[in-house]
């Protein structure tokens, strides 16, 4: 079982519509969790963190955190052409001490 | 935040040579990373940059061919050695700031390496 796991997508949505991102993670030790967005050639842009169970919102963006799951998801609301990107999620595991990433899913938000 | 200079953006070089990848940070942070993204893939970290000290390489990387420099707390080098194709990828160059109750890491530009 992968430490991180997405689907790859890609996934596509109208614009204007939610867009629904989704992550799980296989340990239960983990504290820390995030989302980054990383254009075509570009570097990875953070854009969410949590840390604790429930949403966090900013913006357009909302991030959510069940940890008895293991599961942590992004929705983007109002999606525009330009949140077409590939979005990696990202645990931060105490145990190991280190970030690890998801292999990222790829939202594509069509006119 | 933080802002992270790397450089070079990019290079194509020839196999059996080396690239010397610098990372400059406009304030002092304890954790510098080295990632490696391979074409399509996601992120895997190559090792941590300790200031002072060697650097703690992942498992499947070793300090023969990835040496790292962390001269102080805003510098940090990143060489790819005896280079073959299979180590073209980008390279990015990541700090953790840490805030007044977690941390967050932040990325550089990346290194696009090619190798002919």
């Known amino acids: 079982q992968k430490e991180v796991e997405q689907n790859s997508g890609p996934l596509s949505v109208p614009e204007g519509a939610i867009a629904s991102l989704n992550c799980t993670y296989s340990d239960r030790g983990s504290q820390s969790f995030f989302w980054y967005r990383q254009y075509s050639g570009k570097s990875p842009e953070l854009i969410m963190s949590i840390y604790s169970n429930g949403d966090k919102e900013d913006g357009r963006f909302t991030a959510q955190l069940n940890k008895a799951s293991q599961y942590v998801s992004l929705l983007i609301r109002d999606s525009q052409p330009s949140d077409s990107a590939t979005y990696l999620c990202a645990v931060f595991t105490g145990t190991a001490s280190k970030l690890t990433f998801g292999t990222g899913t790829r939202l594509q938000v069509t006119l | 935040s933080a802002v992270i200079s790397q450089k070079p953006s990019r290079d194509i070089c020839q196999r059996g040579t080396s690239l010397t990848i610098q990372c400059q940070v406009d304030?002092?942070?304890?954790?510098m990373f080295w990632y490696r993204q391979q074409p399509g893939q996601s992120l895997t970290l190559i090792a941590t940059a300790n200031q002072g000290s060697e650097a703690t390489y992942e498992s499947g990387f070793v300090i023969d061919k990835f040496p790292i420099s962390r001269p102080n707390l805003t510098f940090s080098t990143l060489t790819v050695s005896n280079m073959s194709p299979e180590d073209s990828s980008i390279y990015l160059c990541s700090v953790e700031v840490l805030g007044i109750t977690n941390e967050k890491l932040f990325f550089g530009s990346g290194t696009q390496l090619s190798v002919l």
């Open positions: 304030s002092q942070v304890t954790m």
